[in-house]
């Protein structure tokens, strides 16, 4: 193998390096939650439950827990703004609970983002001929209240629930993985300068 064909191996070995060098995922982590509890709230075909929620952490949410007594079906509902919301739902979908456990919803397809301290909903919706036994806990939660059907049932009760996010980047600070990339690109590029101005020299001899 030639000095040359040596070089160039060299050259694309940092790069390849450098370039396969992920930053860091952002990891989803927890940001608001409230409960368990003990009490249930009736959730019957036609009620509708909204918990008002103050996001804590700016940047995308993409899922939520939340705690049943009951083993049943029931709608879960995710919407912007602070309740009642009667418009278009940003986020449906059925679920199944189980009992005395924590029911997972991954809400990454519906790129809910949202900015420390704006208001959102978590809604859950009697589905007929099942009813489902929320779960709530007495006044722990400061960020909203719990409603139904469009009041306030009790200002002292809120839903169990943990929401996650993963938070945004800071656009004005580099990932790791671009510093890498790009400090691989200025050492292939002086690297591959080197190598042809050794074959300039050399063919001028």
Do not use: C
Not at 3 to 28: C, E, K, M, Q, Y
Not at 32 to 56: C, I, K, Y
Not at 85 to 99: E, H, L, M, R, Y
Request: aromatic letters at 8%; a negative charge; charged letters at 10%.
């Amino acid at each position: 193998m030639t000095r040359h064909n040596t070089f160039d191996l060299a050259v694309a070995a940092v790069i390849a390096v450098l370039l396969a060098r992920g930053g860091p995922a952002s990891a989803a982590i927890i940001d608001q939650q409230n409960g368990p509890g003990n009490t249930s709230f009736n959730g019957s075909a036609g009620f509708n439950w909204e918990q008002g929620v103050t996001a804590g952490i700016t940047g995308q949410l993409v899922g939520v827990d939340i705690w049943d007594n009951s083993a049943t079906s029931t709608t879960l509902t995710i919407n912007r703004g602070a309740p009642w919301q009667s418009d278009a739902n940003d986020f449906s979908q059925t679920i199944s609970t189980t009992p005395g456990t924590w029911t997972h919803v991954d809400l990454s397809s519906a790129n809910l983002q949202f900015t420390a301290g704006d208001q959102f909903s978590i809604g859950l919706i009697g589905l007929f001929p099942s009813s489902f036994n929320g779960s709530s806990v007495v006044d722990q939660y400061s960020g909203g209240t719990l409603w139904l059907n469009n009041a306030v049932p009790n200002s002292i009760w809120d839903m169990s629930f943990r929401t996650y996010v993963e938070p945004a980047q800071s656009a004005a600070v580099p990932e790791p993985a671009s510093l890498a990339i790009w400090a691989g690109i200025g050492i292939g590029s002086v690297l591959i300068g080197q190598r042809r101005s050794l074959k300039t020299r050399s063919l001028a001899t």
